[in-house]
């Protein structure tokens, strides 16, 4: 049983950067692989980004790859998302889900989420 807390959204410019948080309140936070997702108004929720359980492997969307990078701290039971060169298409409620899966790119195989966190990004 894992509950999870997004926070770090904000509004931003185009170009600039944030750095997104999930806290873990679950006793086993390290067997759990990691995803970040997201999704836009009208939009379906899309994949972002995700990570094994040790940390070791990512996983990220063609949209995102080189710009984004995800984290994780299991001592803290923290994961990261840090956004770089923002662009007004990543503009999203952005979410943190986690599995007992590897890494997936499927929200399907994610059991736990969070509440979400705005990222606006203007022009």
């Known amino acids: 049983q894992v509950q999870l807390v997004e926070s770090g959204g904000g509004l931003v410019q185009a170009g600039g950067s944030l750095r997104l948080s999930c806290a873990a309140s679950?006793?086993?936070?390290?067997?759990?692989?990691m995803g970040w997702f997201r999704q836009a108004p009208g939009k379906e929720r899309e994949f972002v980004a995700a990570?094994?359980?040790?940390?070791?492997?990512?996983n990220y969307a063609d949209s995102v790859k080189g710009r984004f990078t995800i984290s994780r701290d299991n001592a803290k039971n923290m994961v990261y998302l840090r956004l770089n060169s923002l662009k007004p298409e990543d503009t999203a409620v952005y979410y943190c889900?986690?599995?007992?899966?590897?890494?997936?790119?499927?929200?399907?195989?994610?059991?736990?989420w969070g509440q979400g966190t705005q990222v606006t990004v203007s022009s």
């Open positions: 889900a986690a599995g007992r899966g590897y890494a997936s790119g499927s929200y399907s195989v994610y059991d736990y």
């Open positions: 990570i094994n359980r040790s940390g070791g492997y990512t």
């Open positions: 679950g006793r086993t936070f390290s067997s759990y692989a």
